[in-house]
């Protein structure tokens, strides 16, 4: 049996909960270790030996570009996971080809893209988040500095998305796991090495931890490619598939680009949430240096949920484009009931150790009672966010990319920026900041609402008209 027939076997055949396991796990793994460098990458900054909290909300002005970098790079791989699943499903070969190579011509183009920004745009974008001159001059520089190296240097970060999703479509994410593990270990052995200039190197702050980034992102790329270019057999990687087709770019883009906009409102919500809670009277900076920190710290619990999706979506996909309702089904359920426990774990982790993780960072008094707070009331929200999050894995496989794009608007614009506008005004000062982080489980909330209602219209549409299968 060839290794195309055993992947095909395992993705129609297997057991689905122990697939959505092995296919799961590695993929949960490797996205909570990447909050987990997020993390110590902040916590090195935080402890600079000048300027380490205006380090932290400099990470935050710079984050929403991060995102929309790996929106771009992460849509494309989705849409690239999919519709190579649900090729191999219905094994066309040739197809499989040509959506490998194409997404490679993409990856290309986004990287070129985020390098023409990083030369010339990043300056007006980061001044556009300083409201009414709430932020300093030096958190504004550091900003700078940072996304400049982030985005000049995104091939990294670009490639190792796609190729990564590539593996994933094969059934082998544990390979996607050891290169993300290789670039991790490398961010974090060279953050204070470059940080604080340890071993001769120069204590480069602020700008040593963007190098730190992309290396460590390069590595993990270069890993990527490696394991595809000699794991992947069923894909041919002849470079005359690099060649762009109008018609496979389309169908890549029809699943991957409304979980590129998904990724894009993510975007939307951090800039807007950056300029209004820099309004709140007396502790704007403070708001913006912890919902920054905030978003590296809940990223540990909510990529599990990141991780549960990119299992979802291939497994579901291929035995979609089988047309095995039932293991549909299964994969659907399955994938819920992990995400769900999974959610509920992390909140438990999140109220428990909010004060001596808070701690881990160097922070005012003011700025470690507001993350505190922010912690424990934002973490209530895991298990909306997590299902919801769970939903869009589900509609990319069953190529209801619409409603998927609708989870996100609702969860990052509708629900979300209005209500903390609203919020924010009710704020005095520190001593009622912690009204503000209400924000998240209302939108979450709600958001969840409309997705089971959107998600018993497309199983009657997507699901119900397939024939039952065992």
Partial sequence: MNSETKTGSRMGTEPVGSLM????????????LQAVYNIVDSAYLSNMREAGEEALTALGLAFPIQLLMVAAAIGTGVGTNALLSKSMGQGNRGKVNQVAGNATFLGIVIFIIFLVFGLTGVPAYVNSQSAGGAISETVLLMAIDYLQ???????????????????QATGRSLYSTIAQIAGAVVNIVLDPIMIYGWLGCPELGVRGAAYATVIGQIVSAVLVFFFHYKLNVEIDKSPRYLRP?????????AIGLPAILSQALLTVMTYGLNIILGQMPQVGENAVTVYGLYCKIQQLIIFAAVGMRDAITPIVSFNFGMRNKARVREG????????AVLMVIGLVLIEVIAEPLTGFFSLSDVTYAMCVDCMRIVSLAFIFAGLCIAFQGVFQAIECGIESLLISLGRQVVFILPVAWILVRQVRGAENASIVWWTFLIGEALTLLCTVWMYRRAVKKKIGAMADTR
Avoid at 21 to 32: F, H
Avoid at 151 to 167: A, P, R
Avoid at 245 to 253: A, K, S, V
Avoid at 332 to 339: H, N, Q, S, V
């Fill in 21 to 32: 396991i092995r296919v799961g796990l590695p993929i949960v793994l490797s996205m909570m």
């Fill in 149 to 167: 190296i982030c985005c000049c240097i995104s091939f990294g970060i670009v490639f190792f998305s796609i190729y990564e999703k590539m593996l």
């Fill in 245 to 253: 087709q109008r018609e496979i770019i389309g169908e890549i883009y």
């Fill in 332 to 339: 659907i359920r399955d994938g819920l009931l992990f995400t």
